[in-house]
């Protein structure tokens, strides 16, 4: 039997408690606790009369404060705590999932716009490529890789070198070098905003622009790209680009440079060899003279040497990376999904890019204060349980 | 039972609601302040402070954690609790309550006056955990769910806490059943 419970006879005496205080009739045998009732509660320490006065008078006043309160402040009072709380971490919780559906790509097809329908440049470091141009603003730059400032050299050299190719060919494998061109058509008008989309691609396929021009001039404009990507996404930049604009014709070419690797290893090999036959000689030369002379041939190998290895890293490099070369010319405009995309679809997109926006803010800021939050919340937490306990703590001791 | 259902929160009328729950409820908060600090002054000071906190946290209350009584005694529990910490830290003096209901006894008959002294000296002589379950429960009329919520132990613990103090109370008064 644990220690809170009570008999039969203990739990009727207690409901009888219950009946007395509420004054209704009790049997005989509970007679005795009316009485007792009675007398504590006829005992207790009553109001003096004048602090009764100021109690009254300090209610009173509090109720008249209340009356005068705004239409807001009497809002706020009707509003339950615990919903707010509930309400606020829904949103909280919508906020989050939305912006994970978001950024998980399900409306990839539709964010990717964004750029082109709000104009400018929409994201860092493309700027540097592609200048802003005006209605009849003609710019031409040149970017080739590695000297390109900006986010977007860097990223896609670190994407590049990340890519999965050994520096040595396998045994039985081949090397193959795959270069594109694409020639797309577009509404003058859309110009920059497909040339800025293919920046975007390629930045997304882990790529580089090696060079770029747009010029931007009615219906004399033009832009052309030659881009590189890791070989195996080449398909995948073809296919978004595409996708950008009408495609007037495409050419893919592969070429098997394996061939020409295995032979530059060969002559590598070769060369290595006679380097050691030479030093081999060099170091059992009777004279002066043929020592002279084998030097002068050893150094022609080295050179030799040294060119063979920054050709070979020169294939490998080739085999690593594709080139596609696209040319954008102007052309009649084409309802296209991402470019040419009505007014509502573009005001629903840029609605769309806004919300985004806004919820990787709010998400950023929530991850920011939550944990502060949490650790408000528990020191408030320990603080009233310490309290709590202090306060019994008197109540024992009084 | 009667259990005021007051709720002092919401609509254009909380501030009456809140007046009436003052109205039925000071004279009880302020017996079982003064029977805790058994200090006049003291239990004037924390009822008026229990008053005001619970207007300015009437936001907070909420109906499904019991009556607006037993919130309003849970709050006055608290401020006389810290009075009484802040007594033992400052060492002050006591002023006693001085016996009130004592002249009204002279009216009634000698058996109930010498009755009602006997229970009030009795409650007196009782530990202050016993005396505050006894006031809660005679004087606050506060049901055992309630009480257990102002208490911070389980229903079923504050019923035994309840029915052993009145044993307690019995015994100090020399009661026979």
Request: proline share 3%.
């Amino acid at each position: 039997m644990s220690r809170d419970e009570l008999n039969a006879s203990e739990r009727e005496e207690l409901a009888a408690l219950d009946r007395i205080l509420a004054r209704e009739p009790v049997g005989e045998q509970h007679l005795e606790l009316a009485a007792l009732v009675d007398s504590v509660r006829a005992g207790a320490p009553r109001m003096d009369p004048a602090f009764a006065e100021r109690l009254d008078a300090q209610t009173a006043g509090r109720g008249a404060r209340r009356g005068r309160r705004r239409g807001g402040a009497r809002f706020v009072d009707r509003l339950n705590v615990r919903r707010l709380a509930l309400a606020s971490g829904g949103l909280v919780a919508a906020a989050v999932a939305f912006t994970i559906v978001i950024s998980s790509g399900v409306f990839a097809g539709k964010t990717v716009q964004n750029g082109v329908a709000l104009g400018g440049h929409p994201r860092s470091g493309v700027a540097t490529l592609l200048p802003a141009a005006g209605p009849r603003a003609t710019s031409t730059t040149q970017a080739p890789v590695g000297t390109t400032s900006g986010p977007t050299a860097a990223t896609g050299q670190a994407a590049l070198g990340g890519a999965n190719f050994s520096a040595t060919l396998a045994p039985n494998a081949r090397l193959v070098h795959r270069d594109s061109t694409l020639t797309l058509a577009s509404a003058p008008a859309a110009m920059q905003g497909v040339a800025n989309q293919i920046v975007l691609a390629t930045e997304r396929q882990g790529g580089v622009v090696e060079t770029s021009n747009v010029a931007v001039q009615g219906s004399n404009s033009r832009a052309s790209f030659r881009l590189q990507v890791p070989s195996g996404r080449l398909s995948r930049l073809i296919a978004a680009v595409s996708s950008l604009a009408s495609v007037r014709a495409l050419n893919q070419n592969t070429n098997d440079i394996t061939d020409g690797y295995n032979q530059e290893q060969a002559r590598l090999a070769d060369n290595v060899a006679l380097r050691a036959a030479l030093l081999t000689q060099l170091a059992a030369a009777p004279t002066l003279t043929a020592q002279a002379a084998i030097q002068k041939q050893l150094n022609r190998v080295e050179a030799r040497i040294t060119a063979e290895h920054g050709e070979i890293d020169s294939l490998l490099t080739q085999g690593r990376e594709a080139t596609l070369q696209v040319t954008v010319l102007p052309g009649a405009a084409v309802k296209h999904a991402a470019v040419a995309a009505g007014p509502f679809t573009t005001a629903f997109n840029r609605a769309l890019h806004a919300l985004e926006a806004i919820l990787a803010i709010a998400l950023v800021a929530f991850a920011i204060v939550l944990p502060f939050a949490l650790t408000a919340l528990a020191l408030w937490w320990g603080a009233t349980s310490v309290r709590q306990r202090a306060r019994e703590r008197a109540m024992r001791t009084a | 039972m009667t259990v005021m259902a007051v709720v002092p929160t919401s609509g254009a009328d909380a501030g009456e609601q809140f007046e009436q729950l003052y109205r039925s409820s000071a004279a009880d908060v302020y017996a079982y302040v003064a029977s805790l600090l058994r200090d006049r002054a003291a239990a004037e000071d924390v009822t008026a402070l229990a008053f005001e906190r619970a207007f300015r946290r009437r936001a907070l209350f909420d109906v499904h954690r019991g009556s607006a009584r037993a919130w309003l005694f849970a709050i006055a529990r608290n401020a006389a609790l810290d009075e009484l910490r802040r007594r033992r830290r400052t060492g002050a003096l006591l002023h006693e309550v001085a016996d009130a209901s004592s002249e009204l006894d002279e009216d009634l008959d000698s058996d109930l006056a010498e009755r009602r002294l006997v229970v009030r000296e009795g409650l007196a002589a009782l530990e202050a955990r016993d005396r505050e379950v006894i006031l809660l429960k005679f004087v606050g009329r506060l049901s055992n769910a309630e009480l257990a919520r102002v208490l911070h132990c389980s229903e079923s613990n504050a019923g035994t806490r309840l029915h052993r103090a009145i044993e307690r109370l019995r015994e100090a008064c020399g009661v026979t059943r």
